[in-house]
């Protein structure tokens, strides 16, 4: 048995789907439902032409379905590249930066690295006015620990 909709119902339901599918993809924007918005939207189109939501159906899969297969990989490659500014960052990781403030293991701190206040957290203590190594970046928080200094000489 095949339902067929009138081209009003048909607007509505796919224009529904098609607002569904854009809000969810702007609340999480890891591409995770914009094939499906493509989809919606050319069923919609379709409704305009054939009141059978059997095929509107059959546009929306196969529409979505090209639209995954045709950007999938272009979205892998671009997910699998370093944004700019992490490149950025990481050109710190083994620099030197100066503890504003003792630095304790589990508490965030303050550090200057090149004249920039960092958050800093490390294992081992640090005294305010110390230096210490860059180790890792986490967003906006420095993973440093104590300036290994070399042997006195004898």
Do not use: H, Y
């Amino acid at each position: 048995m095949e339902i067929l909709l009138s081209t009003t119902a048909a607007i509505w339901l796919w224009a529904a789907l098609l607002a569904v599918f854009v809000v969810v993809e702007l609340a999480t924007a890891n591409l995770v439902t914009i094939w499906f918005a493509v989809g919606a939207l050319a069923a919609l189109g379709a409704s305009l032409f054939t009141p059978s939501l059997l095929w509107q159906a059959l546009v929306f899969l196969l529409v979505s379905l090209v639209a995954l297969i045709a950007t999938k990989p272009l979205v892998s490659r671009a997910r699998s590249r370093k944004p700019a500014a992490a490149v950025e960052l990481d050109r710190n990781i083994g620099r030197t930066a100066q503890a504003l403030e003792d630095l304790r293991p589990g508490v965030v701190g303050r550090v200057r690295l090149d004249g920039v206040d960092w958050n800093a957290v490390t294992d081992s203590p640090i005294r305010a006015g110390e230096r210490c190594t860059v180790q890792s970046i986490g967003g906006t928080t420095l993973t440093v620990a104590p300036e290994k200094t070399p042997a006195a000489a004898n």
